[in-house]
């Protein structure tokens, strides 16, 4: 009877543990708490049910489950290696952005080079209930679409223009944005980290060195260029100012004596005019003593010049030596003789 007694025990111990176990698995079940920025995909019996939001929630046990997803993908790392990343039966899909370092990839360009590029992708995903139910491996199939791309665009330019202005491969996130929206994911950015041209690399380095010595030599002449030209206007500027100051100074001089002479014609006249009536008042005529100071004056300036002989005779023999000079014979007056 003990015994019988014991076992109905034991059964009822193990009765009580498992429906405590089954009590915590269904309360964990029933209970799901979403973080910002985060969702979880609720389906009833395999069918779509729900999207919860960042908050607790309550579903219902062994009836509402969470979606799970896989993502298996290749990430190149800071130190450069390729790893594996296997994110394997997640429930709650991310909003925030993601960035995606995949492996380098080769491209042929449209000058038949080949060129490693290595690209970083972003993207946000704005609809997951439609992201989980049209996409499997959502990185794979960013990847898959990325080469072709890249090597779309690449395809279509020369390797120095990819070398020189990676943003001429930008248009690749357009093209991606455009397929990744119809699975409810937004592409926001492709950038190129690095590009390798390989045995290239020597040859496009000389290409480089040569167009910046050709921008250097350009750069020198025009500022050779505009250093002459400032000098030829300085120089012609002066030459226009020194010509406007030596006109004005000639305009000047000229006034000063225009007004020099003015004034010593008006101080002449006043002279004159003070002598006539001084000559006047002692009843000569001003006029032949005007004349006989002027004729003295000349006579001044004559003798002071180079040359010239002075003989002095009496005055009855001026007429008869100017008549001898102009070849006339001549006979001296009863007169004058002794």
Known sequence: MSEAVTGIGITLGVLAFAGIIVAIVACTKCFKCVQEKEVIIIERCGKY??????????????????????HRFFMTRQNGSVELVNRANQEKVSTQNEVLDFPAQTVITRDNACVSLDAILQYRVTNPMKMMY???????????ILQAAMRNVAGMLDVDQIIE???????????????????????EMVKVQ???????????????????????????????????????EGHRDRMIREAEGNAAQTISVARGQAQAIINDATAEAANI??????????????????????????????????????????????????????????????????
């Open 273 to 338: 005019k003070e002598i006539a009536a001084s000559v006047k008042a002692f009843g000569e005529n001003p006029t032949q003593y005007l004349l006989a100071v002027k004729y003295i004056d000349a006579l001044k300036e004559i003798c002071k010049m180079k040359k010239t002989e002075i003989r002095f005779m009496p005055s009855q023999l001026a007429y008869v030596q100017t008549v001898q000079q102009l070849g006339v014979n001549t006979i001296m007056p009863p007169t004058l003789k002794r």
């Open 194 to 232: 690095r590009v390798e041209a390989g045995p290239l690399k020597a040859v496009l380095e000389k290409k480089k060195n040569a167009d910046l010595t050709n921008k250097e030599m350009i750069i020198q002449a025009k500022a050779k260029k505009q250093t002459t030209v400032i000098e030829s």
């Open 49 to 70: 049910k729900t999207t919860l939001v960042p908050g607790i929630h309550c579903i219902v046990p062994f009836c509402d489950a969470p979606r799970t997803y896989t």
């Open 165 to 187: 202005d990676t943003a001429a491969l930008d248009r690749v996130s357009g093209q991606i944005d455009a397929v990744a929206a119809r699975w409810g994911v937004r592409v």
């Open 134 to 144: 049209t996409t499997t491996n959502l990185p794979l199939v960013l990847s898959k």
